[in-house]
């Protein structure tokens, strides 16, 4: 398999380099694209599409929301990371609604940075710890349903229903006690719902529950 390409587009060239630096290290990445500015990068787009883009939240001309829109609209199979200082939800929910697959804040450690990268190219989203469910549950609500029928075609009531159950926040334990089941057989479930969805963490479990109406919003 090929290295991810990959393009940077932020407007403090110190902190460009220091992300360059540290995605130079890593044998699957291809640093493809650089830009200080959203309207910059679209204009270099049109030579040369990267797989993932580092998205700075705050430039100038054009801001890292307004952009990632534009390049969703045109480029569907890019992937957007949004970088940002702000840890803050409006600026999540914002580049998320935009069409951003994952969000990372610029103090993050370069092994997160990697993982994140990975993690959106392979599995399609990404959200470190802060990510609250609530949230993630008010932006999975701006996407429309998928074919729900087909989605959950490869899974049993009792898998729907501990994913229902997951997915309100309910311990291995609790549901254990819940449903009458070993806290091990819960955690087989479990395991088996990461699997089946491709989901690397809760929050990917929440957006494919709701997306094919298991829970609502």
């Given at each position: 398999?090929?290295?991810?390409?990959?393009?940077?587009?932020?407007?403090?060239?110190?902190?460009?380099?220091?992300?360059?630096?540290?995605?130079?290290?890593?044998?699957?990445?291809?640093?493809?694209?650089?830009?200080?500015?959203?309207?910059?990068?679209?204009?270099?787009?049109?030579?040369?599409?990267?797989?993932?883009?580092?998205?700075?939240?705050?430039?100038?001309?054009?801001?890292?929301?307004?952009?990632?829109?534009?390049?969703?609209?045109?480029?569907?199979?890019?992937?957007?990371?949004?970088?940002?200082?702000?840890?803050?939800d409006k600026y999540i929910v914002d580049m998320m609604k935009a069409g951003?697959?994952?969000?990372l804040l610029k103090n993050a450690e370069p092994e997160e940075i990697i993982?994140?990268?990975?993690?959106?190219?392979?599995?399609?989203?990404?959200?470190?710890?802060?990510?609250?469910?609530?949230?993630?549950?008010?932006?999975?609500?701006?996407?429309?349903?998928?074919?729900?029928?087909?989605?959950?075609?490869?899974?049993?009531?009792?898998?729907?229903?501990?994913?229902?159950?997951?997915?309100?926040?309910?311990?291995?334990?609790?549901?254990?006690?819940?449903?009458?089941?070993?806290?091990?057989?819960?955690?087989?479930?479990?395991?088996?719902?990461?699997?089946?969805?491709?989901?690397?963490?809760?929050?990917?479990?929440?957006?494919?529950?709701?997306?094919?109406?298991?829970?609502?919003?």
């Amino acid at each position: 398999m090929g290295r991810i390409k990959l393009a940077i587009a932020d407007d403090h060239k110190i902190f460009r380099n220091g992300l360059k630096a540290t995605l130079e290290d890593c044998a699957d990445f291809d640093l493809v694209l650089e830009a200080s500015n959203g309207k910059q990068l679209l204009g270099m787009l049109t030579d040369i599409t990267p797989d993932v883009i580092l998205m700075d939240i705050k430039m100038p001309e054009m801001d890292g929301i307004q952009t990632t829109n534009l390049v969703k609209q045109k480029y569907k199979h890019i992937k957007v990371l949004a970088l940002s200082m702000f840890n803050e939800d409006k600026y999540i929910v914002d580049m998320m609604k935009a069409g951003a697959s994952g969000y990372l804040l610029k103090n993050a450690e370069p092994e997160e940075i990697i993982e994140a990268i990975s993690t959106v190219f392979y599995k399609d989203y990404y959200f470190n710890e802060h990510l609250s469910i609530t949230l993630i549950k008010q932006l999975a609500g701006n996407n429309q349903p998928g074919n729900a029928a087909q989605s959950l075609a490869d899974f049993n009531e009792r898998e729907i229903e501990v994913l229902r159950l997951v997915c309100q926040e309910y311990s291995n334990q609790e549901i254990a006690d819940k449903i009458c089941l070993s806290i091990r057989t819960v955690e087989g479930y479990r395991a088996r719902l990461f699997e089946k969805t491709r989901s690397k963490n809760l929050v990917g479990l929440v957006i494919f529950a709701i997306k094919t109406g298991i829970i609502d919003v």
